[in-house]
């Protein structure tokens, strides 16, 4: 079971971080992806990470600006999201499952957090 939290409203250039709660037997099995979902558009990916070396790899369009982190506890891993823009606005989700950019790749879901960013 997966539990995003930390969406809001914001202002262009603006930054939220992320939050996706899990159990550590989850994050140490899976690598855990961050995808968003704009209205009336797919589901895309933003980023992943790797539990055991901590590799990362992330979307052309948030590539140095996101970034993705996991406390050393295992429970948690955090999408800190710097300089906004409008088109980021979406719903985010945390999955776990493959090192993939693929939605298909991942087999468990968090609910999503809304992050809205205003012009």
């Known amino acids: 079971q997966l539990q995003a939290s930390g969406g809001g409203l914001v202002q262009a250039g603006g930054s939220l971080r992320l939050s996706c709660a899990g159990s550590?037997?989850?994050?140490?099995?899976?690598?855990v992806g961050w995808f968003r979902q704009a209205s009336g558009k797919e589901r895309e990916f933003v980023g992943v990470i790797t539990w055991t070396d901590v590799s990362t790899s992330y979307a052309d369009s948030v590539k140095g600006r996101f970034t993705i982190s996991r406390d050393n506890a295992g429970n948690t891993v955090y999408l800190q999201m710097n300089s906004l823009k409008p088109e980021d606005t979406a719903v985010y989700y945390c999955a776990a499952g493959a090192y993939s950019r693929a939605v298909t790749g991942y087999a468990y879901w968090g609910q999503g957090t809304q992050v809205t960013v205003s012009s």
């Open positions: 550590g037997r989850t994050f140490r099995s899976y690598a």
